[in-house]
């Protein structure tokens, strides 16, 4: 089919076939579904995976995805379900969204169907019922007590961020996947930055697919996209609502999300100054702070350019500080900015057992962290502050850094080093002007 829709036969092909064979392919879901609709073989490490997590924007087609698998779990449909599910639980943010998306919607479960293996709607018992014996029941979020008691060997989970009791809902599923084989979980949802969602998603026996709403497009208004497009693009909703991403901004930090996306540039231009900053972490032990190490320059257009994130966790002083000199000589940098108030003259010292040429600026700080970024931050407000690429886990520290000077209650060594480094760059302006080419 696809070789056929690329030729530009489809509608030619479908037309010579005969009636049967037409209601078969139609209704054959791994012929229609694009990738990210179908759940991986294995988990990245390999194994079997009880927990598949499908993150898309609104209108991703998220919830055919989760009607589908529920349907091939229930029919024993090779290779979604080879073996037949007998006991389905269907968890929604109220029982009316159970039924009004996952069972009735235009996606949902009796839209799906063919009529010969259409499973019947008892709505007095809250049940699905399929020729075959299997049966999905439905359940809410709003009444975790409900799965006490129910067992299940699958089950299907919409919109799980929004639901009002999600760890208590999810804890009482869990207890009752306990029938057949394999007992798996199929999760669709717009993200939010939740705690028990990023849970699930660094759980290794969880699969994660995502899809933009632009990914069904073609099943889509066509004028919807663009407008949403215009709308939101660059904000955090757009990206949360549109791209399926979690969007981790705390209240009140000192950075915004389209701050960063509105100046984010492919690479870096020109660069007439450039340095390499460090925040070196307080110990040396797996559980310590990472030392912060980052790259930026300033341009002849007079912006700041994030050139790079060198960041290295927990490591002994010779680790780090070699990493620090071999980014100062990457990137023909001016000199390394190094905050002393942890090692003092240490903190020279070992940059300098690495290469006793690297020119050392050591800084102090005299102030907060939440008063010392206050002034970089503005920067990035006034659009004079460019990141040349993606620094996923540097733009989260930027985006929950708060008044306490913490993020996410941790110490922000990233966002420290990138402090200093704009500072040196464009507030206390102490650099002189070369010319240099990344």
Known sequence: MNASAAAGRLSQ??????????????????????????????????GDWRVWLILGGRGAGKTRAGAEWVRAKALGIPALGVEPARRIALVGETLSDVRRVMIEGVSGLLAIHRDDERPDFESSKSQLVWPNGAVAQMFSAEDPDSLRGPQFDAAWCDELAKWRRPEETWDMLQFGMRLGTSPAIAVTTTPRPLPLLKTIMNDPATVITRAATSANAAHLAPTFIAEMERRYAGTALGRQELLGEIVDERSGSLWRRDWIESNRVG????????????????????????????????????????????????????????????????????????????????????????????????????????LR?????????EGRVAHAGRFETLEQQMLTFGADGLSHGRSPDRVDALVWALTDLMIDRAAAPAIRQL
Not at 32 to 46: E, I, M, N, S, V
Not at 373 to 381: C, F, G, H, S
């Open 373 to 381: 970024a206050e002034p970089v931050a503005a920067l990035y407000a």
């Open 13 to 46: 092909d479908l037309a010579n076939l005969d009636t049967e064979t037409l209601a078969f392919v139609l209704a054959d879901w791994q012929v229609w579904a694009r990738d990210d609709q179908l759940p991986p073989q294995t988990t990245a490490h390999g």
């Open 267 to 370: 690479q870096c231009p020109e660069l007439t100054s450039i340095v390499v900053a460090v925040d070196p972490p307080v110990t040396a032990t797996a559980r310590s702070d990472a030392c912060g190490i980052i790259v930026a320059g300033l341009g002849a257009d007079g912006r700041a350019y994030i050139a790079a994130d060198r960041s290295l966790q927990g490591r002994e002083p010779q680790v780090w500080a070699r990493a620090a000199v071999r980014a100062y000589q990457e990137f023909l940098a001016d000199r390394v900015v190094a905050e002393v108030n942890q090692g003092g003259d240490l903190v020279t010292a070992v940059l300098r057992q690495i290469d006793e040429t690297v020119p050392v600026r050591a800084v102090r700080a005299t102030r907060g962290k939440w």
